[in-house]
């Protein structure tokens, strides 16, 4: 009897080991299915939030671009006289002429010669900074940099102006020929580059340089002809006079002089690579210009009176 009762109390035992052992590997079973589908569902809810936060990015940066397109737009094709100290892009016409003449602050045009190089791009930065438009009178290359430049340029709401594809005084002055040649040349690429047709020139040494082969009188005829209009300067920042000029002396030559003009001031600037001093400088300058009574920072536009060395 008592063996009977120990065979089924053994029994009972080995039930109940198996019947936990099921339930311990249904749980299991449970557990490895389960998680995985639980950590599933985390990750496609995380990969959904970043998919959204990738489309709204994507959506903020289209509406950045349309909306420095527009206003990249707006001051090429829409140009107005500015009441803000920012910029004159006019198109021509006897009404803005006249209101632009009527505006008696003194106007201040940055012009940068020489470029583009790694220094326009930093320019350019400062530029935006502050909420200040110049003229870039350029030389051609070729190299990407350059031509994200010459496009920055004209997107930003920059007047873009000519100085010569090579810059070889040589041979862009050795007959009328060899400069229409170059002048050309230049201006067809920088049409390719930017779709935009430049007006406006400056000489490479200024239209009173004494190395030309040919009569100034002559290119500027030529000029004349093809409704091109060039500029010199009245104001130079010496930034030419060596390598590397001192910050301190090019803010002072430019500001000293600036004294002088009540009326138009047309500063020469460059960017070539070793003008770091230039633009240590750049916002010394506008700061003072801006804190300067009656006094308006602008692009070269076609209301802009040309600041000439050389009359006809």
């Known amino acids: 009897m008592s063996v009977n009762q120990n065979d089924k109390n053994s029994s009972r035992e080995r039930t109940d080991r198996v019947r936990r052992l099921k339930k311990l590997i249904l749980i299991l079973a449970a557990v490895i299915i389960v998680i995985p589908i639980i950590l599933c569902v985390i990750l496609f809810c995380k990969f959904q939030s970043l998919e959204d936060q990738i489309h709204q990015l994507q959506e903020s940066k289209v509406v950045k671009e349309e909306q420095e397109r527009k206003e990249s737009a707006k001051v090429t094709s829409q140009p107005s006289l500015s009441s803000n100290l920012l910029q004159v892009h006019g198109d021509g016409s006897e009404t803005e002429r006249q209101d632009y003449e009527k505006d008696t602050r003194r106007k ?94 400056r000489f490479p040494g200024g239209s009173s340089n004494q190395v030309s082969n040919v009569d100034m009188r002559e290119l500027i005829d030529y000029l004349d002809e093809n409704d091109i209009i060039y500029f010199d300067w009245n104001i130079s920042s010496g930034d030419t006079d060596a390598s590397k000029v001192g910050v301190n002396r090019i803010v002072n030559n430019c500001m000293k002089k600036l004294e002088d003009f009540s009326d138009e001031a047309m500063i020469l600037l460059h960017d070539a690579n070793d003008k770091g001093t230039t633009v240590e400088a750049l916002p010394i300058m506008i700061e003072q210009i801006q804190d300067m009574d009656d006094t308006v920072l602008l692009p070269i536009s076609e209301d802009t009176i040309p600041i000439r060395h050389v009359r006809k």
Request: glycine fraction near 6%; charge should be negative.
């Open 108 to 201: 201040v045009y940055l012009t940068f010669d020489d470029g583009p190089s790694a220094n326009t791009a930093e320019i350019l930065d400062i530029l935006k900074e502050y909420h200040v438009k110049a003229t870039f009178f350029v030389v051609g290359k070729t190299d990407q940099a350059s031509i994200d430049n010459y496009r920055r340029i004209v997107k930003e709401g920059h007047t873009l102006g000519m100085h010569s594809y090579s810059h070889k005084y040589n041979e862009i002055y050795a007959s009328k020929q060899a400069y229409i040649d170059d002048l050309t040349k230049l201006k067809d690429y920088l049409y390719e580059v930017t779709g935009v047709t430049p007006r406006y020139v």
